[in-house]
Each structure stands twice: as C-alpha cells, then as structure tokens.
C-alpha cells in the first residue's frame, strides 16, 4: 500500500489542525488498548523535548569550546582549560542526543521528518483520511 502526500496544495494551519484532530483520536485508541505504554512514550517525548531545549542553551557555549579546543595556535593548557569546561557542561545539551519522535506513539524509528510521525502512524492516518493532502497513490 502506497500512499503519497499532496503537501503543497494544503495550508500549514490546516495540515496542523487535522494532526491535531487525529492526535485526540488516536491518543483515545491508544488509550483504550495500552494506558501504561502511553504513558512511557509521552515521557519519551518530554525527556527529548528537555534535550533540544538543553541542546539550543548551550550550542553557542559548546561551540566555542570546541573551537577552541581545536585551535593549534593556542597553548596546550588552554586547549585543556577549555576541554575540561566543554566536559562539565550537561550531557544532554548535546545534539548527537536528540532522537526524532513520533507525536502520537513515542516511536523513534521510522519518523517521517515533514510529518513528525511514524511510519506506522502515518499508514493507518492515511487509511482512516485523517490526514488532509494525503492520498493513498494509485497508477
């Protein structure tokens, strides 16, 4: 089964408004079948939301460090000054750390980046016509 988004043609205020019509239907399907894994993934979510907000403080401090670490110009207990600073910064303000999420299931494999959604997700949205622009493709 192929189906094929006609992006272009929708609003994105619109495209929103039917995800966030969906993300009621499907957070009461999925309610009804598994209320413990609901919860785990919203917590998924909000752990990654943590680390971009994390990751969008630090990225000027952390570049800088960086930069300085790699300078070969500058002497090497300065290069080491900074090294130790850019380890005492937090873990999760690291990029490498944030994962692509679904909104509605918490799944981190198989997210479409334009849909924020996983390809699970998308497949019974587009089944249902609850996404609007998307199309199941037939030639």
Same mark, same amino acid.
Not at 8 to 25: K, L
Not at 98 to 114: D, E, P, T, W
């Given at each position: 089964m192929a !189906? #094929? $988004?006609? =992006?272009?043609? =929708?609003? +994105?205020?619109? !495209?929103?408004? /039917?995800? %966030?019509? $969906?993300? #009621?239907? !499907? /957070?009461? &399907?999925? *309610? /009804?079948?598994?209320? *413990? &894994?609901?919860k785990i993934d919203e917590n998924r979510n909000v752990e990654d939301h943590r680390r971009r907000v994390l990751a969008n403080k630090y990225e000027l401090r952390r570049n800088l460090y960086k930069a300085m670490c790699?300078? +070969?110009s500058l002497p090497s207990d300065m290069r080491d000054a900074y090294r130790c600073k850019l380890s005492r910064l937090p873990r999760n303000s690291s990029f490498t750390r944030?994962?692509? #999420? %679904?909104?509605? /299931? *918490?799944? $981190?494999? *198989?997210?479409? #980046? &334009?849909f924020r959604m996983s390809r699970i997700v998308f497949r019974e949205m587009a089944r249902n016509r609850e996404l609007m622009g998307v199309t199941k493709a037939s030639w």
């Open positions: !189906f #094929r $988004a006609i =992006v272009n043609r =929708v609003t +994105p205020t619109r !495209f929103m408004d /039917s995800i %966030c019509g $969906a993300t #009621r239907y !499907f /957070s009461q &399907k999925v *309610g /009804s079948v598994r209320p *413990g &894994k609901l790699r300078d +070969p944030i994962r692509n #999420r %679904c909104i509605f /299931s *918490g799944r $981190a494999r *198989g997210v479409y #980046r &334009k």
